[in-house]
């Protein structure tokens, strides 16, 4: 009976941008947020992050998303779009802009790197037009005013976090000058409007959370648990990506990619190869278990010869 009952209390989701096809490391990121999520009989939704139309590759998510059928994965409930949700984060900065949470900014980058310091995430904004334009200024984006005190982050691979978003941030971006609403914005947005209660994404995105759960705060919107799995990189520590041309994975041959992303994920591997894709996943999802991923933040896939004992 325990299948067929769902855990309302776990909602997952695969967030894609719709940047080229599927390769290793968004396999990985599908992977670990599709097992946890079912693991506990919980629900995988999947949203497209085509909110920015510059760096989208036409017929995409098309290859995305039947990369993903052909791998096995099946998600729950409608696919989300977040090029049809701007209203949305229009209405969400709008309300920051009311309440003095968010103003206008001029500065141009050149501005911006000739005053700021570097941090974690590139130039720290100095804060120029925090208190108004300048005059004869006009804005061109939008920033959050951020404030002191410390972010707790506490991951569920990764560990504890602590950032002070102010000093080692600074007012960020969350409607850019070409006119998009800023990722930061558009994903606690849409994660709180699709009830998701886990995220489990690449730790690419560690040093973002913190923002995210600012503007969670701010927005009076609750906390999802956080689980960032290590990076794929190449052997020059660079992320593989769909922007950087990395080889897709061939959705005519899943099961070695399916079984080199349960091992990247140091989950245990089916003692044969599985005769069927439902095998595959009926063996990950049994055995799956978050806390056997290191906490680490990259991985090269170089270092994947885990194939060579199952053959
Ligand atoms: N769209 C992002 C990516 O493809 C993922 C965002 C997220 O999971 O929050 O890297």
Not at 30 to 48: F, H, N, T, V
Not at 213 to 221: A, E, I, R, S
Not at 276 to 283: A, H, Q
Request: glycine share 8%.
């Amino acid at each position: 009976m325990k299948k067929f009952i769902k855990n309302h209390h776990y909602r997952g989701r695969f967030a894609p941008s719709p940047t080229g096809p599927l390769h290793f490391g968004s396999l990985v990121a599908a992977m670990g947020s599709y097992l946890d999520a079912r693991s506990c009989d919980g629900e995988w939704l999947i949203r497209i992050e085509d909110l920015d139309r510059t760096r989208e590759i036409n017929g995409a998510t098309q290859l995305i998303l039947e990369t993903l059928v052909k791998f096995g994965f099946w998600w729950d409930g409608e696919i989300i779009y977040q090029s049809r949700r701007t209203d949305a984060y229009a209405a969400a900065i709008e309300k920051l802009v009311n309440r003095h949470l968010a103003y206008p900014c001029a500065c141009t980058r050149k501005e911006i790197m000739e005053r700021a310091v570097t941090g974690v995430e590139g130039a720290i904004y100095p804060g120029t037009c925090r208190k108004g334009l300048a005059e004869g200024r006009e804005g061109r984006s939008i920033r959050v005013l951020t404030s002191e005190g410390p972010i707790n982050i506490s991951d569920a691979v990764q560990g504890p976090l602590i950032q002070q978003i102010d000093r080692e941030i600074g007012d960020f971006i969350i409607r850019r000058a070409d006119g998009y609403h800023a990722y930061q914005l558009a994903v606690v947005i849409d994660d709180a409007w699709q009830g998701i209660t886990h995220i489990v994404r690449g730790a690419d995105l560690l040093t973002s959370t913190p923002r995210q759960v600012f503007l969670q705060k701010l927005f009076g919107l609750s906390h999802p648990i956080y689980a960032h799995l290590p990076l794929a990189v190449d052997n020059q520590g660079r992320k593989l990506s769909k922007q950087h041309h990395d080889t897709p994975v061939d959705p005519k041959q899943p099961m070695d990619a399916l079984l080199q992303a349960l091992a990247f994920l140091h989950q245990p591997l089916p003692p044969q190869r599985p005769n069927s894709l439902d095998e595959f996943w009926r063996w990950a999802t049994a055995h799956w278990s978050l806390a056997a991923i290191p906490a680490i933040h990259q991985i090269p896939a170089s270092s994947l010869r885990y194939l060579n004992n199952l053959r």
